[in-house]
């Protein structure tokens, strides 16, 4: 074999960047043939080929590695799904416009809908009085977690043995969140509780509500239920995983942010309150989004159907005026929360049952999928040491 297609050590570590014990490393697991120097015995001389294939294959890697970095906070798509995406501004539910689904529809109609069910209401199974705890916050949490403990795995599961399970889970979180086992549609159940009366505009908006946040794409929680389904979990250790990641103040917290943006608002004036925020470089809670650089159209379509409290009326046209800002979501639900003197934990109620049907759907098309979602890490620690 001619000399040239051998390299000596300094060449190999130059051509791939590397230190002297990662080079035996490529050695030690067969990735790089060596032979001794025949001009010098003490000396290895490396396979030039085998150097070329692996800083080949490692530029690849860092390419890869790049689009996948830029893929994890609102880049390009990283999984098919059938389900939601936002194009042109709008939101849709397997191709149909969630703001009119909003104007007929109820949660579970959408809840089937998302999971790719007809529209035939699915009988339930009976259901457990809901959990005792302080709110139903907590109650929400030990219920889907009393569930995740005995529910047997969604893999290999028949289609219509999970619809079913996945309509009478919505019920029990929902119970859950009411405080009691309950009937009927799912919006008018919550708006009792909540001392609403069934049917009437309240209840009316609640549903809307329910309906435009259902789901909405890839977000933290649907990908966390799509991790965790991806293993076989049970549909509602899907929907814990979901739910443990909207607790999080980036996510369906985010209305605790525009609650303390509004006491500002209330304290400073609205305009002094948006000026000081800017001036220290922070964000306005509760407006744009990175989906909907010409406006969240949820919040439009929820803002349209009451009249919001003056301080919070005042704080949309303050952000407006001065940062050019229009309402997301976060602000029109905890907006229409404040209208309705809903619980101060309602809007996470809320974003938490809708959510749920998101979840499920999310879940089941993973498990169809039958892939196991796990990334690697790109690993920025101390060198391993090889023995």
Known sequence: MPAAEWIAAEEARERLGVRPQTLYAYVSRGRVRVRPDPGDPRRSLYRAEDIAALRQRKSRSRKLAEVAAGAIAWGEPVLESQITTVAGGRLFYRGRDAIKLAETETLESVARLLRGGHGAALKRTDRPKPPEARDMRERAFVALAARAAVDAPARGRNPLALAVEAATLLDVLTDAVAGEVGGGAIHNRLAL????????????LIRRILVLVADHELNASAFAARVAASTGASLSAACLAGIATLSGPRHGGATAAVRAFAAEAGQAGAHEAVARRLADDRALPGFGHP?????????????????????LAALRKAAHEVAGLTPNVDFALMSACEALKLPPDAPFALFGVARCAGWIAHAIEQGQADTLIRPRARYVGPEPEFA
């Open 193 to 204: 509780a909540w001392g609403q009366g069934p049917g009437g505009p309240g209840a009316d």
């Open 291 to 311: 989906l909907y650089p010409d406006g969240d159209p949820r919040a439009d379509a929820l803002l349209g159907r009451f009249r919001p409290p003056k301080e």
